[in-house]
């Protein structure tokens, strides 16, 4: 039997997933790296304190017109579903994961996060954190520092 590597968990055998996090961070020091991601007119998201991705401002704006055909009742399970890729990610080995997936996966989690948090329009997207339990529809937003 060959081993199937990557393959998903079924929804109903999935462990309980950790809280995940998305931010993007504030970028109050000149010499930090995200002010200098905000410099070139893009994105900086942290995903779980330790992946750093660069989202240029047009793929952000597309991400979000996408993310607004997302009807209001399947939020919470496309929510549900890019925080378990990101929680299996995180817990295997993060060095042999496929980095352009995690990074898609966190701007789904955050961008619909956001929506339910009520932000309407992709210029609205500033400084915050969204933390994803499971037990929403969308993460937990907070604004910045």
Request: aromatic letters at 4%.
């Amino acid at each position: 039997m060959k081993a199937m590597q990557n393959a998903p968990l079924p929804v109903e055998t999935a462990s309980p997933q950790q809280a995940v996090t998305v931010a993007y961070p504030s970028a109050q020091c000149e010499n930090s790296p995200y002010s200098s991601i905000v410099g070139r007119g893009n994105v900086p998201l942290l995903i779980e304190d330790c992946l750093l991705a660069e989202v240029p401002r047009d793929q952000l704006q597309r991400e979000w017109a996408a993310c607004k055909t997302i009807s209001d009742g399947d939020v919470a399970d496309y929510c549900r579903r890019a925080a378990g890729h990101l929680s299996r990610a995180f817990e295997s080995e993060i060095a042999s994961a496929d980095l352009s997936d995690i990074v898609a996966n966190a701007a789904v989690l955050f961008l619909l996060s956001l929506r339910e948090s009520g932000v309407v329009s992709s210029d609205e997207i500033g400084p915050c954190e969204v933390c994803y339990d499971g037990t929403e529809a969308g993460g937990r937003v907070s604004a910045a520092s």
